[in-house]
């Protein structure tokens, strides 16, 4: 996989008070050092990351996310190519 990272990545968008659009990102690269879960607060969907295997999360621009731990990391990117 290819990506393109847009910006640094963030981490403590644990809990829903911490909620973020990630730079109003489309595309995210999610990656956890432990298992985690991650919630789509506009939406209400959510989704278990195991530990230590990343993942690409689509979404809209306006729409915000949150983890359930810190050890997670969200990178705004490029749709990811091959």
């Known amino acids: ?10 981490n403590n968008l644990n809990t829903s008070g911490n909620k973020s659009t ?16 991650i919630t789509n607060h506009t939406t209400g969907a959510s989704f278990q990351i195991a530990a230590n295997s990343p993942i ?12 359930g731990a810190t050890t997670t990391h969200f990178t705004k990117i490029t749709y990811p190519r091959g």
Not at 22 to 37: E, K, N, P, Q, S
Request: proline share 3%.
């Open 1 to 10: 996989m290819q990506i393109t990272p847009l910006a640094a990545k963030v």
């Open 56 to 67: 690409v999360m689509y979404k809209e621009q306006d729409e915000e996310v949150y983890s």
């Open 22 to 37: 990630v730079g109003r990102a489309t595309a995210l690269y999610i990656m956890g050092t432990a298992a985690d879960t």
